[in-house]
């Protein structure tokens, strides 16, 4: 699947959060989806502000109904700098806004990968605690993370069973 317009909708949303909408995290994403009907969207191909900037052009509305039309949300980043990359920091910032904003992601299913030449393992703890409380404050069930081949392989499996 490729990026596609945020109004289409997919059981399976694949948020790429990657510089590259056909690099490595891309790749990694085909791989664990493989077998699935999924819809990538790469985040780099939107405006996102930051957490208080009020700019024309913000597209984080669209960011977020894809996801509330998707039962399953996969996020994929690379490792910079020992940590995720800046647009999925700018993304997870703005869920502070959700309260009362007439959006819901509860309930909604959440993978997590990492990828990235050998993140140490600080960067992997800290990027997982932090998604761990993206999930808990947002009501998402987070049914894995992975940041490895073999952990990439069994949250495959995993999604092809949820199917």
Same mark, same amino acid.
């Not at 819809?39 to 930051?50: A, D, G, K, T």
């Not at 299913?109 to 993206?134: C, D, H």
């Given at each position: *699947?490729?990026?596609?317009?945020?109004? *289409?909708?997919?059981?399976?949303?694949?948020?790429?959060? @990657?510089?590259? @909408?056909? /690099?490595?995290? #891309?790749? !990694? /994403?085909?791989?664990?989806?493989?077998?699935?009907? %999924?819809?990538?969207?790469?985040?780099?191909?939107?405006?996102?502000? $930051?957490?208080?900037?009020?700019?024309? /052009?913000?597209? %984080? +509305?669209?960011?977020?109904? #894809?996801? +509330?039309? @998707?039962?399953?949300?996969?996020?994929?980043?690379?490792? %910079?700098?020992? *940590?995720? @990359?800046?647009?999925?920091?700018?993304?997870?910032?703005?869920?502070?806004e959700l309260q009362g904003s007439g959006h819901?992601?509860? /309930?909604?299913?959440?993978?997590?990968?990492?990828?990235?030449? #050998?993140?140490?393992?600080?960067?992997?703890?800290?990027? +997982?605690?932090? !998604? $761990?409380?993206?999930?808990? $404050?947002?009501?998402?069930?987070?049914?894995?993370? #992975?940041?490895?081949?073999?952990?990439i392989g069994q949250l495959h499996n995993q999604?092809? =069973? =949820?199917?």
């Amino acid at each position: *699947s490729t990026s596609s317009p945020a109004t *289409s909708t997919s059981k399976i949303l694949f948020i790429n959060a @990657s510089r590259n @909408s056909d /690099g490595n995290t #891309a790749k !990694i /994403g085909q791989e664990l989806l493989n077998g699935t009907d %999924y819809r990538q969207l790469n985040l780099i191909e939107y405006n996102i502000n $930051q957490l208080g900037q009020n700019r024309d /052009g913000d597209q %984080y +509305e669209e960011v977020l109904s #894809a996801m +509330e039309q @998707s039962e399953t949300i996969v996020i994929g980043t690379p490792v %910079y700098w020992h *940590s995720m @990359s800046g647009s999925l920091k700018t993304l997870f910032d703005r869920f502070y806004e959700l309260q009362g904003s007439g959006h819901n992601l509860s /309930g909604k299913k959440l993978y997590f990968l990492m990828q990235g030449s #050998a993140p140490t393992n600080l960067s992997i703890e800290s990027t +997982e605690y932090i !998604i $761990q409380r993206v999930a808990a $404050q947002t009501n998402k069930h987070l049914k894995g993370m #992975a940041d490895n081949d073999n952990e990439i392989g069994q949250l495959h499996n995993q999604i092809l =069973e =949820e199917q």
